[in-house]
């Protein structure tokens, strides 16, 4: 099953970002820019490279994550995308010595990239051997998390495992593959769709105060959810939204 597998941040204050992002979860930074006018550093939690952060957008441009599906080849994956009503933002780009991407967008408007490697990847989710620093859930928000599951069922046969009432809001679904949930999806009506990405941390509360001490805003949390462990949901100092999990 096609599954997130890096997290890149697109900022016009990397500097910051790297700073701000090594006092909340660990990440360290290390340059790789790709070419002479590409400003390009990789983050690294204790376990192993997670994402990177880009010099991108306009000034005054808000920050946001962009999230990596790696695909084994990256056309026919354009085409499921193509025949699900996505829409491809960006077409196939080369990263010399690293692989080949192409940013699309669902029906509804949540910006993902699709990512062909060059060697397939092991994946950086929270089930590596130290979970610390890695993402833990992967979360939409839509304005129609029906349809958007619809369209991610036919893109990567993600299925929906189950639903968790949430009042007016409707359901919380949980989506993977089997029995092994790989995130959540819920309406959201009066914000942009976009996908959230929460960061496992070995001290929640202690993260979620210094996140607020260096200017994030919190949005939600720390709050239990079902299962076991708790969240907390936060806006960056550049405006990108995250997430933090942990107990």
Do not use: N
């Not at 002479?36 to 990789?42: A, K, M, Q, W």
């Not at 946001?64 to 599906?69: D, E, T, Y």
């Amino acid at each position: 099953m096609p599954k997130f597998t890096w997290y890149d941040l697109m900022t016009t204050e990397p500097d910051a970002a790297i700073e701000f992002y090594r006092e909340v979860t660990g990440w360290l930074a290390e340059r790789f820019d790709p070419s002479p006018s590409e400003r390009y550093s990789v983050w690294h939690a204790k376990s192993g490279p997670v994402g990177g952060v880009a010099a991108h957008g306009a000034p005054g441009e808000a920050a946001s994550f962009l999230g990596h599906v790696a695909v084994e080849a990256l056309e026919p994956a354009i085409e499921r995308v193509r025949h699900a009503e996505g829409r491809v933002l960006v077409e196939p780009t080369v990263i010399p010595s690293v692989g080949r991407f192409s940013v699309v967008a669902d029906p509804l408007g949540a910006r993902f990239s699709l990512f062909e490697p060059d060697d397939q990847p092991s994946g950086c989710e929270a089930s590596s051997v130290d979970p610390i620093g890695r993402i833990s859930w992967h979360e939409l928000s839509s304005t129609d998390a029906s349809a958007a599951l619809a369209f991610y069922e036919r893109a990567f046969g993600w299925k929906k495992l189950d639903a968790l009432p949430m009042g007016a809001m409707g359901e919380y679904v949980l989506f993977g593959e089997d029995s092994e949930p790989y995130g959540g999806m819920m309406t959201v009506a009066d914000e942009p769709p976009l996908w959230r990405f929460y960061v496992e941390v070995s001290d929640l509360d202690a993260a979620v105060e210094r996140a607020k001490a260096l200017g994030a805003a919190l949005e939600h949390g720390p709050a239990a959810v079902p299962g076991g462990g708790r969240v907390a949901m936060l806006t960056d100092p550049g405006g990108a939204r995250f997430g933090l999990s942990g107990s």
